[in-house]
């Protein structure tokens, strides 16, 4: 197909499909006598894999490269990409995050028993950054439990997620990898401010007792 | 003390503090003969406050306004302003979610059991929009029983949210359901990351069996 019909079909508009055809994000296409190209159903695929992690995983334009390459890559585990996929969808981390709060990040990691995360995992200094925010609550009794009790819903999660990436084709494993990865987190995420609120207002909501002073 | 002692304080530049206090964000201080302001521990605390807003929660400068003026509002729930700050802190969700999407999220939120949640609460969009990229795999049985896993486990976190507000003054009652709404937030989405990296390489790391077509 044309440009314009590749652009009808995926959403994504005409000079949005050339920029990624400039950065290498999308395979050119065959070129036609008539000084265009076709396009086919690869084209489409990855147009709509690029879409949801702008549009659904809030990925950077400037991060796509990194995915579209693990994509790429020929060799390597599942689990190099996922390595991967995660590093760009994780935001980047501050510079100058306490000590402190890292070894309590990585004594979370510890006790959860993920003793496969890498050392340099970058979100190991995300978690010991939002820490970092909330450092007096989290040093007491009750504060480290609350972040016991996340790590263990959160092992849940990810035992789940990686069960449920079905077998395929390379391209297709990734795909929905990364994909999972960065809408499933989203998902999560307004899954918890739902539940807040639906706590908040059996706990909150009616009583003028509950009133804050 | 002075703005820029106040700067020193709080990490937070002279010429930002400036724009909150002509935004409205940050109280004036109290006038001095000198023609200068005095500041106190509130603007310290306020200060520290946005500071964590913007850097750790990445809540957008547009959104603070809503944010300091739930803080500030008189009378109302503590629930009232747990909706307010969950409504700050929510992405805005895309115009055109398709109604199968909503109606998948609408169910969801049903199944869970959260009967409190208010039915223009943004969050129903934002998770009908994730979930309208993966409707073709969340619309199986396998799928679905996925998303009710997540259901499960964001319902004990927001149990667990709402019971670790502990009782005190309304500032720092909100103060901590905000903080605690943005930070830990950030906190459950990298510790999903972190426990995806460490299932991924217990089941796809090792093995060349494993290794992807």
């Known amino acids: 197909v044309r440009i314009s019909e590749l652009a009808r079909a995926t959403g994504v508009s005409v000079p949005t499909i050339k920029y990624y055809l400039r950065e290498g994000l999308l395979p050119s296409g065959t070129p036609t006598a008539s000084n265009q190209a076709d396009y086919d159903v690869t084209h489409v695929e990855r147009l709509r894999l690029l879409r949801t992690l702008r549009e659904v995983g809030k990925v950077p334009v400037s991060r796509l490269r990194d995915l579209v390459a693990a994509l790429e890559r020929d060799g390597g585990t599942v689990h190099d990409v996922l390595a991967t996929a995660n590093d760009a969808l994780s935001p980047t981390p501050p510079p100058d995050v306490d000590p402190r709060a890292r070894a309590l990040a990585d004594d979370l990691v510890a006790e959860a ?68 990865s960065a809408v499933f987190g989203e998902i999560l995420s307004a899954l918890r401010r739902l539940a807040d609120e639906h706590h908040s207002a059996l706990r909150f909501g009616d009583q003028d007792g509950e009133r804050v002073r």
Do not use: C
Not at 119 to 141: C, F, I, K, M, Y
Not at 143 to 155: E, F, Q
Not at 156 to 161: Q, S
């Open 113 to 180: 028993g993920w003793n496969r995360v890498r050392p340099e995992a970058p979100d190991r200094d995300n978690l010991a950054a939002a820490l970092q925010a909330v450092l007096g609550a989290v040093s007491t009794d009750a504060g480290r439990n609350v972040l016991r009790a996340y790590a263990t819903a959160a092992d849940r999660i990810g035992a789940l997620d990686i069960a449920s990436i079905a077998a395929g084709d390379r391209q297709s494993v990734l795909r929905r990898m990364v994909v999972g």
